[in-house]
T-cell receptor, first 115, second 111 residues
Framework: EAGVAQSPRYKIIEKRQSVAFWCNPI?????LYWYQQILGQGPKLLIQFQNNGVVDDSQLPKDRFSAERLKGVDSTLKIQPAKLEDSAVYLCASSSRDATNYGYTFGSGTRLTVV | GQSLEQPSEVTAVEGAIVQINCTYQTSGFYGLSWYQQHDGGAPTFLSY????GLEETGRFSSFLSRSDSYGYLLLQELQMKDSASYFC????????????FGSGTRLSIRP
């Protein structure tokens, strides 16, 4: 099966600019996650979708970050305006609701550098 | 809330065995997972323990003791390609499908 697709792979922007990331999960996976991974740290959950509804966005900085998953498939994550501390890898992951191995499949991520 | 502790770095010799420990604190527990991440790559799922005991998958094994809130990942017959970061993760008590990750253990393999 095809994996989780993310684009772009790399992005460099200046602070206060906006940026958007795109994710296409594995076909049929109802649950989609966006994680932020700062260098040297573990992934931190930003938002979780079940189909096209938000399940958890408690750690999403809503003053600058937004995410949507229209039609329950693709998702976009936006940052506006970006700050220096937003420099990180943004990982998208998906899982089937009844996954027996309880594992996520991650995309390759988007490495964001804010200068 | 949840917290996980694991060593930040471990070094081992090619062909040897290494154990990466993880202790956790959770308000509810749905299982302990392990992920591997090579530099610049995506985390990849290695194993899951929902019950006490040892799970074996090839050269990798994972152990869980729920009474001790402790688990470990055991890597045998180490190969250079095993050099990576390893993350333990627990399922969040509020949502069994949400995973919280530890800060990771960077494993370096020496020839």
């Amino acid at each position: 099966e095809a994996g989780v697709a993310q684009s772009p792979r790399y992005k460099i922007i200046e602070k206060r600019q906006s940026v958007a990331f795109w994710c296409n999960p594995i076909s049929g996976h109802a649950t989609l996650y966006w994680y932020q991974q700062i260098l040297g740290q573990g992934p931190k959950l930003l938002i979780q979708f079940q189909n096209n509804g938000v399940v958890d966005d408690s750690q999403l900085p809503k003053d600058r970050f937004s995410a949507e998953r229209l039609k329950g498939v693709d998702s976009t994550l936006k940052i506006q305006p970006a700050k220096l501390e937003d420099s990180a890898v943004y990982l998208c992951a998906s899982s089937s609701r009844d996954a027996t191995n309880y594992g996520y499949t991650f995309g390759s991520g988007t490495r964001l550098t804010v200068v | 809330g949840q917290s996980l502790e694991q060593p930040s770095e471990v070094t081992a010799v090619e062909g040897a065995i290494v154990q990466i420990n993880c202790t956790y604190q959770t308000s509810g527990f749905y299982g302990l997972s392990w992920y591997q991440q090579h530099d610049g790559g995506a985390p990849t799922f290695l194993s899951y323990n929902g019950l006490d005991g040892l799970e074996e998958t090839g050269r990798f094994s994972s152990f869980l003791s729920r009474s001790d809130s402790y688990g470990y990942l055991l890597l045998q017959e180490l190969q250079m390609k095993d050099s990576a970061s390893y993350f333990c993760a627990v399922r969040d008590s509020s949502s069994a499908s949400k995973i919280i990750f530890g800060s990771g253990t960077r494993l370096s393999i020496r020839p």
